[in-house]
């Protein structure tokens, strides 16, 4: 197959999966798990010098396997455009990490079948975000070659990735991903904290104009009183000069 008609190929394969082949919809908690995971990642690899894709239930294609399109999936090195589906013999590589968010309903597909279907793929790590007992399960492939995934273990409650070089955890029902020891922060967390610092340089400017104020004035009245203390010394300067006279004229009309 030459590389237009692969590309024709790949152009006629479907950018949206079906109704059947989705999970029912799991509400909120579900959508802000997803969502709010997905900003976290956007938001850290932007400023990572290294190519990052990452994106949300994007249909899937694999040679010889049916379609799938995980919660969340991240793939290295590649460029970052925007796509609508991911054809692994179109870009030449498959799926580095992958997040499933679990809220309610029969946990098989994720924690049964996925475990053993990502593995056979070839993806590195998997995640399974329970939401309804709010607990974080990581998976990972122990080598090159392998296809089968070892359990991983927690650090101090939190599971290290590999693939990503983060840490994620879970507390106070909330996925929290950790760069060492920078927690990251979504999109509104990050504009909250810069309007808290805009708000604090505002004060320190405001308050040493009121300081520089302050010394303006000081110095204004430690003219005045310089000036005052001059026009007095004048004053003293002056009438001693009159008395000095004055006694001089007497003096010379006692002789």
């Known amino acids: 197959m030459g590389p237009e008609e692969r590309e024709r ?3 006629s394969l479907p950018g949206e999966v079906t109704w059947d082949e989705m999970a029912m919809p799991e509400g909120d908690k579900h959508l802000r798990a997803k969502v709010r995971t997905l900003d976290l990642l956007e938001g850290y ?3 990572q010098r290294r190519k990052v894709y990452i994106g949300a239930e994007l249909p899937i294609y694999y040679p010889g396997e049916r379609r799938f399109a995980p919660d969340l999936l991240v793939v290295l090195d590649v460029e970052a455009h925007e796509r609508e589906k991911w054809v692994v013999s179109h870009e030449g590589k498959g799926l580095d990490w992958v997040l499933e968010v679990h809220v309610g309903g029969d ?3 994720d924690a049964e079948y996925n475990v053993e279907r990502y593995a056979r793929l070839g993806i590195r790590e998997y995640f399974i975000y329970d ?3 709010e607990r ?3 998976y990972r492939l122990p080598e090159s070659g392998v296809k089968v995934y070892e359990r991983m273990e927690t650090r101090q409650g939190r599971y290290t990735s590999e693939v990503l070089g983060l840490e994620l955890e879970v507390v106070n029902a909330r996925l929290q991903i950790w760069a060492g020891n920078a927690l990251l922060l979504e999109s509104g967390e990050l504009v909250e904290r810069m309007r ?3 708000e604090e340089v505002q004060r320190r400017v405001d308050e040493e104009a009121r300081l520089r104020e302050q010394e303006a004035r000081l110095r204004e009245q430690e003219a005045r009183l310089r000036e005052q203390e001059a026009r007095r010394r004048e004053e003293a300067e002056r009438r001693i000069a009159e008395l000095t006279a004055e ?3 007497l003096q010379h009309r006692g002789e």
């Open 45 to 47: 690899f932007s400023h």
């Open 9 to 11: 190929v790949v152009e």
């Open 107 to 109: 946990r098989k597909k």
């Open 131 to 133: 939401r309804a007992r």
């Open 196 to 198: 808290e610092k805009l």
């Open 136 to 138: 974080l399960e990581g």
């Open 247 to 249: 006694l001089e004229r």
